[in-house]
């Protein structure tokens, strides 16, 4: 499997973006995708998941309410849509793809990564 993220960049506070995460190499609609992110100095933290089929979603705290997960299985394509961004989510974001298992928040479980996509969150 090989994931291609883009879409970062830099966005105000209480701004949007929306993050893709192109796959490609396996049936897409076939495995877990899920959303890291690692800020300088910190260790690398679950943002959220969907299930193979984009019937559930999973999200850490700090994001509930404000990011969305969605896929569209036909463009092998997941996104992230980040709205009312505040400057703590700055951090390097990293899509990765888990092929024999659930939706789940540890990094361990997915064994395919993305190159990741800086997001910076500043006025």
């Known amino acids: 499997v090989q994931l291609q993220a883009f879409g970062g960049g830099l966005a105000q506070p209480g701004g949007s973006l929306r993050l893709s995460c192109a796959a490609s190499?396996?049936?897409?609609?076939?495995?877990?995708m899920g959303w890291f992110r690692q800020a300088p100095g910190k260790e690398r933290e679950f943002v959220g998941a969907?299930?193979?089929?984009?019937?559930?979603?999973y999200y850490a705290d700090s994001v509930k309410g404000r990011f969305t997960i969605s896929r569209d299985n036909t463009k092998n394509t997941v996104y992230l849509q980040m709205n009312s961004l505040k400057p703590e989510d700055t951090a390097v974001y990293y899509c990765?793809?888990?092929?024999?298992?659930?939706?789940?928040?540890?990094?361990?479980?997915?064994?395919?990564w993305g190159q990741g996509t800086q997001v910076t969150v500043s006025s």
């Open positions: 990765a793809a888990n092929i024999v298992g659930r939706a789940g928040s540890s990094p361990t479980e997915y064994g395919y």
């Open positions: 969907i299930s193979w089929s984009g019937g559930s979603t």
């Open positions: 190499g396996r049936p897409f609609s076939r495995y877990a």
